[in-house]
């Protein structure tokens, strides 16, 4: 018997927190699953067990994650729907490689791939470039993008508007830790949001920097200051879990000179 959290709070209270979470009442579940308000109480409450069908079903229009789906179904009951395929695996041959091209394609500018922990399973040259100077005790495998970035022997010293850049990755770690009512990313972030902050005058260049129509990561390299956009994908309609925590992260020029100073760089 498989011993587990969900298990032992049952499906309908694990339901109950997700609709809570996501701020919809049972009613609006109801029609949104083709059910009934008194059938979503009743499987909430215990009195009734849903079909492995139903569970997926209320899932899906609660926007669960694909993890926490097979949490779903342990505490149901059912076997795991999702699969947990370790990225090394055969079956995840052409995945692999075609996040390979996608990031090399996108040099000379950063892009990466990171797991649920935000730990770095690819990089292209353009992220290498962005490394230079970090302490190898903080390259040891694995590579974590979090600890890369704000640790202060890492990239924290030399990003100019550190506050501020830390400020953003913060809140998306805590939007994640929402979301997956993940324990070790819980733990993740409060190491790193207990860093001090490598320079406390971080920010003033900022005040001089041009207006952008996001907030930029602007980081100096070899002298220059450079300005990088971040943006994130994931995939559509994952089923497996490996799959559904991966996202892309690319890291786009903000400004004419940070494109010219790319170009020149990686050949």
Same mark, same amino acid.
């Given at each position: 018997?498989?011993?587990?959290? @969900?298990?032992?709070?049952?499906?309908?209270?694990?339901?109950?927190?997700?609709?809570?979470?996501?701020?919809?009442? *049972?009613?609006?579940?109801?029609?949104?699953? =083709?059910?009934?308000?008194?059938?979503?109480? /009743?499987?909430?409450?215990?009195?009734?067990?849903?079909?492995?069908?139903?569970? $997926?079903?209320?899932?899906?229009? $609660?926007?669960?994650?694909?993890?926490?789906?097979?949490?779903?179904? $342990?505490? @149901?009951?059912?076997?795991?729907?999702?699969?947990?395929?370790?990225?090394?695996?055969?079956?995840?041959?052409?995945?692999? =490689?075609?996040?390979?091209?996608?990031? *090399?394609?996108?040099?000379?500018?950063?892009?990466?791939?990171?797991?649920?922990?935000?730990?770095?399973?690819?990089?292209?040259?353009?992220?290498?470039?962005?490394?230079?100077?970090?302490?190898?005790?903080?390259?040891?495998?694995?590579?974590?993008?979090?600890?890369?970035?704000?640790?202060?022997?890492?990239?924290?010293?030399?990003?100019?508007?550190?506050?501020?850049?830390?400020?953003?990755?913060?809140? *998306?770690?805590?939007?994640?830790?929402?979301?997956?009512?993940?324990?070790?990313?819980? @733990?993740?972030?409060?190491?790193?949001?207990?860093?001090?902050?490598?320079?406390?005058?971080?920010?003033?260049?900022?005040?001089?920097?041009?207006?952008? /129509?996001?907030?930029?990561?602007?980081?100096?390299?070899?002298?220059?200051?450079?300005? /990088?956009?971040?943006?994130?994908?994931?995939?559509?309609?994952?089923?497996?879990?490996?799959?559904?925590?991966?996202?892309?992260?690319?890291?786009?020029?903000?400004?004419?000179?940070?494109?010219?100073?790319? *170009?020149? /760089?990686?050949?």
């Amino acid at each position: 018997m498989t011993t587990t959290t @969900a298990d032992d709070r049952g499906v309908g209270p694990l339901l109950r927190a997700w609709r809570e979470q996501r701020r919809v009442s *049972q009613l609006e579940l109801a029609l949104r699953a =083709d059910s009934s308000a008194r059938h979503i109480s /009743f499987i909430e409450t215990g009195r009734s067990r849903p079909s492995e069908e139903m569970v $997926l079903r209320l899932a899906e229009h $609660l926007d669960v994650p694909v993890r926490e789906r097979n949490a779903l179904l $342990l505490a @149901a009951g059912y076997a795991p729907h999702y699969p947990e395929t370790p990225l090394a695996a055969p079956e995840l041959d052409a995945l692999r =490689d075609g996040i390979e091209r996608l990031i *090399q394609g996108y040099e000379p500018y950063p892009a990466l791939v990171l797991d649920a922990m935000y730990n770095v399973v690819a990089a292209n040259r353009g992220i290498l470039m962005l490394l230079d100077g970090v302490p190898e005790s903080l390259l040891a495998p694995p590579l974590n993008a979090m600890r890369l970035t704000l640790h202060p022997e890492g990239m924290a010293p030399r990003i100019r508007n550190l506050r501020a850049w830390r400020g953003h990755l913060l809140e *998306q770690m805590e939007r994640q830790i929402a979301l997956r009512r993940s324990e070790p990313l819980r @733990a993740l972030y409060e190491e790193v949001a207990a860093y001090p902050l490598a320079h406390e005058d971080g920010d003033d260049e900022e005040l001089e920097a041009p207006a952008y /129509f996001a907030l930029p990561m602007r980081i100096e390299h070899e002298g220059r200051v450079l300005s /990088f956009i971040s943006s994130i994908s994931t995939f559509n309609t994952p089923m497996d879990v490996t799959v559904a925590e991966l996202a892309i992260e690319t890291f786009l020029p903000a400004d004419p000179a940070t494109v010219k100073y790319l *170009q020149g /760089f990686v050949s």
